[in-house]
């Protein structure tokens, strides 16, 4: 039998998370590998390449802070850049920082069990090997599980069936295509009006409608580049102090605090600057129906004054609380319902029932399309987690532990489960933050706790039951006071996928967030298990 490779840290996934671990804990000496499923690095943007995937968070945030050189040298060419060049930038880290030696492509990670007489964790891939780890870091992403709901009939489907989440390396045309695209979520919002420039027609079919802000991308303002470049570290720490991390520019007013005048003014403003930021227009649009219903009754107008046809316009205005999904942002989304080629078809009271060999059926009518586009998301947050067999201490399995709902500390470490980290994991800010800012904030928690375990001649971390507990209950408390709870059905909650439990995943504010980490760290990890059992006499192979 030969001999499975060791390593101090095995890290699954080589998107920005995996990416910046193998650097910062090779930097640290550790010896390290990095497992990917796909032939490349980027994660979500190797993935992602559906026309009009780009970020919608300024480039110039949307990027890591981890070197100076790094971010000083880097020319972004959009105030929002698009996936070919977020990939490329990730290609580019791959390279500065030597980093691809130490992935192995193609590779999935089907099962990781902890073994209690080596204190270190086996790690199975698809190609039947076997690796051994004293530590795994998951970097395998919170949006990187497609989600394509069971229709029956779509093996009878004749046509091209794409999904936005694994788009094809070739490029697709769609020129003199009849398309139907099921989904209006980010990945909908942005696809739907290139393609509609391109097809002969195009029918979007819509479950519910999105709240979507218009993106005024642009190309990048090289004098404000040149701004935040004079003093970027700051921008960077300036941003680290809002609750998402994003240079939103929060107003600390209630939407109720002022009059109806003032309001709207506020609203036209962050209009028409675009983005994300329009949430931040008042501090309680996500804690007060009052407040929200002002934004949505904007968002409405806006709507209505945009698209002609006041049926289509009407089934495009959502009746939920704005902010509670993901918010969307655009370019050109409800200008292109006035196109002759574009058909808008609300399947909320008459769903989708079965996929045809031309087209799909709902409960009323027939419809026919010789492309077919899933752009129906993801299993966010724990998909990507729960589709590994991990088990931890006795056998038990992560699946059974997280039955109700995932449980954990930090958002990074799990009871039962030692020396496991979860970069961006549920129960940490992850998704409503600037996602690489909260990959390098957890990078960097572990490799200081890597470290100290190190130093300290300890092999094993665990989170405490009660620490775990507690901090279950905290995310859930924070959020338990928001609207995000109750204002809709989101992937936050994990109500997008049919069974999953409904609990509201992500930590809501990244700054109490990093000082609750740091706190931790200098308790000497407080709210941890730590041990210095060894089978191992020599466990830290430097590189
Ligand atoms: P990912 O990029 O998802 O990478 C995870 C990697 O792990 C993947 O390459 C996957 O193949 C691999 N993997 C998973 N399981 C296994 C396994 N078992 N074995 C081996 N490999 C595995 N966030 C923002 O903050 N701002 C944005 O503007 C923004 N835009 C987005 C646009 C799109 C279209 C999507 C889908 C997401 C967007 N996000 C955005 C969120 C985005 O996912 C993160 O910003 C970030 O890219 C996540 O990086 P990651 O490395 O954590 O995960
Ligand atoms: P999503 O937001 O979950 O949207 C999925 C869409 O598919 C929803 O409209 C959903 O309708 C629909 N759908 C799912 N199952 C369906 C069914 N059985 N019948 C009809 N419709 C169905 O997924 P996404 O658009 O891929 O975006 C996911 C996340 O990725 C975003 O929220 C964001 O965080 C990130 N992202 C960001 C950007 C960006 O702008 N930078 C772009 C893309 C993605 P329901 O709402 O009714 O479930």
Known sequence: MTQSKKFDVAIVGAGFAGMYALHHFHSLGFSCQVFETADGVGGTWYWNRYPGARCDVDSLEYSYQFSDELQQEWNWSEKYAPQSEILEYANHVADRFDLRENIQFNTRIIAMHWNENSDSWVLESNLGENFNAKFVVMATGCLSKPHTPIFPGIESFTGTILHTSSWPHRPVSFVGKNVGIIGTGSSGVQSIPIIAEEAKSLTVFQRTPCYSIPARNRLMDKEYEEKVKASYSKFRQENAKLNAAISNNPNNQSAMEVDAEERLKTYEQRWQSGGLPFLAA?????LNKESNNTAVDF?????KE???????????CPDTVVGCKRLCVDTNYYETYNRENVKLVDVSATPIEEIINDGLRTSITKYNFDTLIFATGFDAMTGALL????????????KDKWQDGPKNYLGLTINGFPNLFTITGPGSPSVL???IVAIEQHVEWVGGCLSYLRENSLICIEASEEAEQTWVNRVNKISGKTLYTTGCNSWYLGANIPGKPRIFMPFLG?????TECKRVAEETYEGFLLSPQASDPKPYAKT
């Open 433 to 435: 933050a600037n996602m």
């Open 306 to 316: 945009t698209v002609k046809n006041p049926e289509v316009a009407n089934s495009l």
């Open 282 to 286: 008042f501090n309680d649009l996500n």
């Open 510 to 514: 990244y700054p109490n967030y990093v």
């Open 387 to 398: 589709s590994i067999d991990i088990r931890g201490l006795d056998g038990q399995t992560l």
């Open 299 to 303: 968002i409405h107008r806006k709507i």
